[in-house]
């Protein structure tokens, strides 16, 4: 195990991978019950696909990047460690999605939600709720849709991460609500997101790309209302 730290800590990703194969082996010398040396191996590994993605573009690295997070799923729930649980189902399903996999991304959020309700980590409860609303607005189940990404930003709202994913939930439920010419509903929602670039920007110290996309909004916004000329 000290050699495949001492790999990790060099930050080559490939010497971190040579040692996978002997994943079994690694695990067989942490005692039971699991423990967070457990976790820790694991994510280790993860982490070592995840900069072979960044440094190559590969996509070889999705099917064991797959299995290490189903059983680091498994394991954090046998640690109630239930909210990274939650965290690391949302990200599994991010990963079957872009794979093209869309029922197991959507079976994947509807459990992480459960343990999101269950426990009270608002965090995780938005991050389902946004994907699950993407999913079904794509495919035709607006209303439904938009039923979750008003719950996904309700519960931004009550977030206990800074990262409270605000921002991307608004761009998903504007974008969702002008399919319907909600101009009502539209309008507030439209000012927080601007209101939000600029808070964002200002953390950042650089205007966030959302910025552009908060101009269009309210181009949109205008339009809509029938003052296209306010757009200009």
């Known amino acids: 195990m000290e050699i495949v730290r001492a790999a990790d800590a060099t930050d080559d990703w490939r010497e971190v991978l040579k040692w996978q194969?002997?994943?079994?082996?690694?695990?067989a010398f942490i005692p039971e019950p699991p423990s967070d040396v457990s976790e820790q191996v694991l994510a280790l590994f993860?982490?070592?696909?995840?900069?072979?993605?960044?440094?190559?573009?590969?996509?070889?690295h999705a099917l064991p990047m797959v299995a290490l997070q189903t059983r680091r799923v498994a394991l954090l729930g046998k640690m109630e460690r239930f909210r990274d649980q939650g965290e690391e189902m949302c990200s599994l399903a991010d990963r079957l999605f872009t794979a093209g996999k869309r029922q197991e991304s959507v079976w994947w959020l509807e459990r992480a939600r459960k343990v999101a309700e269950a426990h009270g980590f608002f965090s995780v409860e938005c991050r389902a709720c946004l994907g699950l609303g993407d999913e079904s607005v794509?495919?035709?189940?607006?209303?439904?849709?938009?039923?979750?990404?008003?719950?996904?930003?309700?519960?931004?709202?009550?977030s206990e991460d800074e990262d409270t994913w605000e921002?991307?939930?608004?761009?998903?439920?504007?974008?969702?609500?002008?399919?319907?010419?909600?101009i009502e509903e539209l309008e507030p929602l439209v000012l927080r997101h601007r209101e939000a670039v600029k808070e964002e920007s200002a953390r950042e110290g650089s205007l966030e790309p959302d910025?552009?996309?908060s101009f269009i909004f309210s181009a949109r916004l205008h339009e809509a209302r029938g003052r296209p000329q306010e757009a200009q």
């Open 21 to 27: 194969g002997r994943l079994e082996e690694l695990m």
């Open 211 to 213: 910025g552009i996309e």
């Open 46 to 60: 993860l982490e070592a696909h995840r900069k072979g993605v960044a440094s190559t573009g590969s996509t070889e």
């Open 167 to 182: 921002l991307p939930v608004l761009r998903s439920l504007i974008n969702a609500l002008f399919q319907t010419d909600a």
């Open 138 to 158: 794509e495919d035709g189940r607006h209303e439904q849709g938009v039923d979750l990404l008003r719950n996904a930003l309700a519960a931004s709202s009550l």
